[in-house]
């Protein structure tokens, strides 16, 4: 009877305790545009006018996601990363921009998002220093919400520098609730798992999920194929933790987005567009938008990849077969709908030839009409029973959307 009673308070304590973060955003993976990959901490501004960490970045960045049809195409979020701070709080505690940088301030750069139809992301660091040096929130961290719901801010991100990692499964939900506590619903992405996989400590997902919006769960990315490659490795290695606490709310995420910026090809793009659409992944570009190509614009804004990465039901696809170098990955969509990717590792020149049974690969048994995304064709009629052959380009990818040819809807 006791431990009956012991129990119950411990039930009632876990669930008060277990307060999630329900803002009602990222009911699909957000995108938008992010400065840091491509744009790092450079805050010299008098030598580089056009590529510094200042309003006129963010502000030309805006205009060019309305203009070039990236909004259209859901691309909303337009996020600040490190350095963006003057170097000390002010007299009352208060985090400012750099004033020379940020002229107009930050309320005025949320207005001028939130006129264009966009959202203004900004960035902070739950320990005393940001990574880059400027000031972390730690001990500030609801006055730093405070500060962001003034400002208009759309989404918060919170990297883990210069800190006790032990602290942060506290101060990461702690720090959802001064968000929440605000009234503006302000998205948020954590860095708290990333920091915890560093250190070996081991990872409460369900916590994670449940008080995060999106996560950061790896290194991160950078200007490379390679980096690209290890990052989707490391998505396939943990698709059994993270996957059954992704879902609408809840998105891990495995970094920006670094098509059309100095290394990747056009097959390679096609291939990390693809990848991170069957993730289920925040889709935040780091690249600059005045002066990418049209190739790579173009798969940025193809819609049918799009439309796979925001599938309603929000669920991360799963590496489930592997022939040789090539990796075959599946995603479950609404309306018994599929996607399907092949990833090829290989850089030997020329594309490979596989086959496989789309049966043997977890998709329902039955009729399918297949849309061939990058290469704009669509077959009629396949059986999950039949063999299926494909080519998949070097260091490239194959994106199929299988859809039931009974419920087919005029759409072929
Ligand atoms: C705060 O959380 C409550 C539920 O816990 C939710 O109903 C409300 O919409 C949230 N508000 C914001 C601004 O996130
Ligand atoms: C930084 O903040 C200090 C103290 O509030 C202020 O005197 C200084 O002008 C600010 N510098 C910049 C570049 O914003
Ligand atoms: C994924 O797991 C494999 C097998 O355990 C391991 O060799 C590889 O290093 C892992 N990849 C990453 C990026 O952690
Ligand atoms: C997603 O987060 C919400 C809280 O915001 C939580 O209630 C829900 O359980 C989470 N979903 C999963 C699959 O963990």
Not at 60 to 66: E, G
Not at 318 to 332: E, F, P, Y
């Amino acid at each position: 009877m006791k431990s009956l009673i012991q129990q119950a308070i411990v039930f009632v304590c876990f669930t008060t305790l277990a307060y999630g973060l329900q803002n009602g955003l990222a009911r699909t993976p957000p995108m938008g545009w992010l400065s840091w990959e491509r744009f790092r901490c450079n805050t010299d501004c008098d030598n580089h006018p056009d590529s510094c960490i200042s309003e006129n970045l963010y502000m030309a960045m805006a205009d060019r996601l309305v203009e070039d049809g990236y909004r259209d195409a859901g691309y909303e979020y337009v996020n600040i990363d490190d350095c963006w701070s003057n170097k000390t709080r002010d007299e009352n505690g208060n985090l400012n921009p750099d004033s020379k940088r940020f002229p107009s301030g930050m309320k005025a750069l949320a207005d001028y998002m939130h006129k264009k139809g966009l959202k203004l992301g900004i960035y902070g660091d739950f320990g005393s220093k940001t990574c880059a040096g400027y000031p972390g929130s730690l001990n500030y961290l609801e006055k730093d919400a405070n500060r962001f719901a003034e400002w208009g801010i759309d989404m918060f991100k919170m990297d883990g520098c210069n800190v006790d990692i032990s602290l942060m499964k506290k101060g990461y939900p702690e720090m959802g609730q001064y968000l929440n506590a605000t009234g503006r619903p302000i998205l948020f992405s954590c860095s708290w798992p990333d920091y915890e996989r560093g250190k070996g400590i081991p990872v409460d997902y369900q916590s994670v999920a449940s008080h995060c919006n999106i996560w950061r769960n790896f290194v991160d990315i950078q200007d490379s194929w390679d980096s690209v490659l290890k990052i989707i490795d490391y998505q396939a290695n943990i698709t059994d933790q993270w996957g059954p606490v992704v879902g609408p709310g809840n998105f891990s995420d495995p970094d920006m987005l670094i098509i059309g910026d100095y290394s990747l090809s056009v097959s390679q793009s096609q291939a990390q567009m693809a990848m991170w659409a069957i993730l289920a992944a925040p889709l935040l570009m780091s690249n600059d938008l005045r002066t990418i190509s049209p190739e790579f614009r173009e798969i940025l804004l193809n819609k049918e990849v799009i439309q796979v990465n925001q599938d309603p039901l929000g669920i991360m696809g799963k590496r489930v077969l592997q022939i040789g170098k090539v990796q075959v990955w599946m995603k479950t969509l609404q309306s018994y709908e599929y996607a399907v990717a092949f990833l090829n590792e290989d850089d030997y020149g020329m594309p490979k030839n596989v086959t496989v049974q789309m049966g043997s690969l977890g998709i329902a048994t039955g009729i399918y009409d297949v849309q061939d995304i990058f290469i704009n064709k669509d077959f009629m009629d396949f059986s999950t029973d039949d063999k299926f052959s494909i080519l998949v380009p070097p260091e490239g990818c194959r994106l199929l959307h299988l859809y039931p040819s009974e419920l087919r809807h005029g759409r072929f």
